[in-house]
């Protein structure tokens, strides 16, 4: 665990000191988001925080690498080398979009690249974790695990809204993940505690750890498309990685990692994310409009709408991704009978936060003064798009 630790703390620190520098390059190539109806922020700030992020996890990368306790991860390098070469198709991306703002298939077209060189490197979906149904084509293998990831960095960049929210939803549930993928480790494999998925979440969380002072509210810098990419590319990588474990589980799978906590535990990490990617791309669809159109529909807009502070938006989203993804993970430890009731009342309580300024709002607008039923209001216009192709925030 220290080694993992170590490596943790070495890219947080790394991101931490690297973001302002990235934050000046930024200002001078002025790769600035701009103000649009459906943001939240009231002034350019520059996006090109992602670089700093994607540094911090390479220099991670080089320090996992000098540790002998990490070497089993690196015995097998193509891995490793799909990966670096991912990272490298996420950074060329994500600074051209960045500065230029790229058309939507060019940034899929790269989103896939990256996830194929991740297939190529040998991390791959080798079987469904829904019946551990094996997938015996290596070809179906690629296209699965091309199509986890560019899900995934969608999920991430489509929930990416407001300030520190994708940094803190992908910090909760990678710490999350990060705990279960050890435990999972020394399960598995009582000799050898290296693992890259672990590896992964704790290069993710220090990099997540690092960037959030300087991107929680008011936000100084965003991630942009580099960061928001790399998040997703950790994130699935780490989750399919795990899934490569499952023929291993199988002689341990009733002794300390219940057997249903490979299908879980992803999902729960990603839950908030990928429900905003679903109701998005179904609301832009019943529209009329393209999936990939921006607007102000998302979870967090919804939120702010709604009466919350910037702030409080946000530290509710973080609640809401705090219970699903350690919830799943506590499963693992405590007994069900005491945890199930406890994460249903507190969930509960998460579900009342968020849809009491609505209900009070409703409430308010049709009843006046006197106690009289006002007549319903209009429904307000959808707000309106611009052109530019920029950041969904």
Same mark, same amino acid.
């Given at each position: 665990?220290?080694?993992?630790?170590?490596?943790?703390?070495?890219?947080?620190?790394?991101?931490?000191?690297?973001?302002?520098?990235?934050?000046?390059?930024g200002l001078r190539l002025r790769a600035c988001t701009p103000?649009?109806?459906?943001?939240? #922020?009231?002034? *350019?700030?520059?996006?090109?925080?992602?670089?700093?992020?994607?540094?911090?996890?390479?220099?991670?990368?080089?320090?996992?690498?000098?540790?002998?306790?990490?070497?089993?991860?690196?015995?097998?390098?193509?891995?490793?080398?799909?990966?670096?070469?991912?990272?490298?198709?996420?950074?060329?991306?994500?600074?051209?979009?960045?500065?230029?703002?790229?058309?939507?298939?060019?940034?899929?077209?790269?989103?896939?690249?990256?996830?194929?060189?991740?297939?190529?490197?040998?991390?791959?979906?080798?079987?469904? *974790?829904?019946?551990?149904?094996?997938?015996?084509?290596?070809?179906?293998?690629?296209?699965?695990?091309?199509?986890?990831?560019?899900?995934?960095?969608?999920?991430?960049?489509?929930?990416?809204?407001?300030?520190?929210? /994708?940094?803190?939803?992908?910090?909760?549930?990678?710490?999350?993940?990060?705990?279960?993928?050890?435990?999972?480790?020394?399960?598995?494999?009582?000799?050898?505690?290296?693992?890259?998925?672990?590896?992964?979440? /704790?290069l993710l969380v220090g990099a997540c750890a690092g960037f959030?002072?300087?991107?929680?509210?008011?936000?100084?810098?965003?991630?942009?498309?580099?960061?928001?990419?790399?998040?997703?590319?950790?994130?699935?990588?780490?989750?399919?990685?795990?899934?490569?474990?499952? #023929?291993?589980?199988?002689?341990?799978?009733?002794?300390?990692?219940?057997?249903?906590?490979?299908?879980?535990?992803?999902?729960?990490?990603?839950?908030?994310?990928?429900?905003?990617?679903?109701?998005?791309?179904?609301?832009?669809?019943?529209?009329?409009? @393209?999936?990939? @159109?921006?607007?102000?529909?998302?979870?967090? #807009?919804?939120?702010?709408?709604?009466?919350?502070?910037? *702030?409080?938006?946000?530290?509710?989203?973080?609640?809401?991704?705090?219970?699903?993804?350690?919830?799943?993970?506590?499963?693992?430890?405590?007994?069900?009978?005491?945890?199930?009731?406890?994460l249903a009342l507190a969930l509960t309580g998460a579900g009342?936060?968020?849809?009491?300024?609505?209900?009070?709002?409703?409430? #308010?607008?049709? @009843?006046?003064?006197?106690?009289?039923?006002?007549?319903?209001?209009?429904?307000?216009?959808?707000? *309106?798009?611009?052109?530019?192709?920029?950041?969904?925030?």
């Amino acid at each position: 665990m220290r080694a993992y630790l170590v490596v943790m703390a070495v890219t947080a620190v790394s991101c931490l000191l690297l973001t302002p520098l990235v934050r000046r390059l930024g200002l001078r190539l002025r790769a600035c988001t701009p103000l649009r109806d459906r943001d939240v #922020h009231g002034r *350019p700030i520059p996006k090109l925080g992602g670089v700093a992020m994607a540094a911090a996890v390479l220099i991670g990368v080089a320090v996992a690498a000098s540790v002998p306790f990490l070497q089993g991860i690196f015995a097998s390098a193509e891995a490793v080398h799909g990966l670096l070469a991912a990272v490298g198709v996420i950074l060329l991306l994500g600074i051209a979009d960045d500065l230029w703002d790229l058309s939507w298939w060019a940034k899929l077209a790269g989103q896939c690249m990256a996830g194929l060189s991740v297939a190529l490197g040998g991390i791959r979906i080798e079987a469904m *974790p829904v019946g551990w149904i094996a997938v015996g084509s290596e070809a179906m293998q690629v296209v699965l695990t091309v199509f986890a990831v560019v899900l995934t960095m969608n999920a991430i960049n489509f929930v990416d809204g407001l300030d520190g929210l /994708a940094t803190g939803v992908a910090l909760i549930g990678g710490s999350a993940f990060f705990v279960y993928s050890y435990l999972l480790t020394r399960t598995i494999n009582q000799f050898d505690y290296s693992n890259l998925a672990t590896l992964l979440m /704790a290069l993710l969380v220090g990099a997540c750890a690092g960037f959030l002072p300087h991107n929680r509210y008011p936000a100084s810098i965003f991630m942009g498309e580099v960061g928001a990419l790399l998040l997703g590319l950790l994130m699935a990588s780490a989750a399919v990685a795990v899934t490569m474990d499952i #023929h291993a589980l199988d002689g341990f799978r009733f002794r300390n990692v219940p057997a249903y906590m490979p299908i879980l535990l992803p999902v729960a990490v990603m839950a908030l994310p990928l429900l905003d990617l679903v109701t998005s791309v179904l609301r832009r669809t019943a529209h009329g409009s @393209s999936p990939f @159109s921006a607007d102000r529909g998302h979870l967090h #807009h919804k939120l702010v709408d709604g009466g919350y502070t910037h *702030p409080q938006a946000v530290a509710l989203l973080w609640l809401w991704a705090f219970l699903v993804a350690w919830g799943a993970v506590a499963l693992n430890f405590v007994d069900d009978l005491i945890l199930l009731p406890v994460l249903a009342l507190a969930l509960t309580g998460a579900g009342y936060l968020t849809l009491h300024p609505f209900v009070e709002r409703r409430r #308010h607008g049709r @009843s006046g003064a006197d106690g009289t039923v006002a007549p319903e209001q209009p429904e307000q216009p959808e707000w *309106p798009e611009r052109p530019e192709r920029g950041r969904r925030r």
